[in-house]
Structures are given as structure tokens and as C-alpha cells.
């Protein structure tokens, strides 16, 4: 059974940082591409970034383009996304998943999820 674990969420002043991990069970991460995405109240799941299998290739949303990075240990099955400069409009709930086999910006390409973790950003 494939578990995936965020953490890391928490509340944060605006332009504060924090770090997310997200921990992997019953999936060997090195053979499949990660993302991040988030979703606020009222809003539909936003692509923020993502890594492929070997950590090389990235993609960012150009609304945190800058400010966020993503990365990948695949020897500890997590993969972790690393935010600066926080703002109020980064509030939402923080998702990783696993890709089916592409790397990509559409939660269509995306079969496992995790539960997630909020993030919430005061001015």
C-alpha cells in the first residue's frame, strides 16, 4: 500500500519561511517523478512544483518561482519543498503526490496523493 506523508505546515509570518517533507511508504520514490500542489477554500488544486526520478529536471509555478524550490533524497524516500519569502496568498493546503510516469503540472498526471498539510501565512 502506497503512503504519502507531508509535514512541515504550520503558520508563518509573511515573508517568513518553511519547510516541507513529504515521506514516502510502500513506493520506491527513484523510479517516479513528485509534485507539490496546493489548494485554499474555494479554489481548485494548484500545481507548484515538480522534480523528476533523479532530481535533475524541476518545474516551478512562476507564482513561486524564486521563492520555492524542490527537492529529492531518494535514498530516505522523501521528497522536500523548501519556501521563502511567504506571502498571504501562499495560504492553502500543501499536497505531494507521485506521478504516473510524467513530469507534470496537471494533478491528472498525478495517482498517489497525500493528505496533506496547511500552510497559513499572517501579514
Known amino acids: 500500500q502506497v503512503q504519502l506523508v507531508e509535514s512541515g505546515g504550520g503558520l508563518v509570518q509573511a515573508g517568513g519561511s518553511l519547510r516541507l517533507s513529504c515521506a514516502a511508504s510502500?513506493?520506491?520514490?527513484?523510479?517516479?517523478?513528485m509534485g507539490w500542489f496546493r489548494q485554499a477554500p474555494g479554489n481548485e488544486r494548484e500545481f507548484v512544483a515538480a522534480?523528476?526520478?533523479?532530481?535533475?529536471?524541476?518545474s516551478n509555478a512562476d507564482s513561486v518561482k524564486g521563492r520555492f524550490t524542490i527537492s529529492r533524497d531518494n535514498f530516505k524516500n522523501t521528497v522536500t519543498l523548501q519556501m521563502h519569502s511567504l506571502k498571504r496568498e501562499d495560504t492553502a493546503g500543501y499536497y505531494c503526490?507521485?506521478?504516473?510516469?510524467?513530469?507534470?503540472?496537471?494533478?491528472?498526471?498525478?495517482?498517489?496523493w497525500g493528505q496533506g498539510t496547511q500552510v497559513t501565512v499572517s501579514s
Open positions: 510502500g513506493l520506491p520514490l527513484s523510479s517516479v517523478p
Open positions: 522534480i523528476n526520478w533523479s532530481g535533475r529536471n524541476t
Open positions: 503526490a507521485a506521478s504516473k510516469g510524467l513530469l507534470a503540472s496537471s494533478p491528472d498526471s498525478y495517482v498517489y
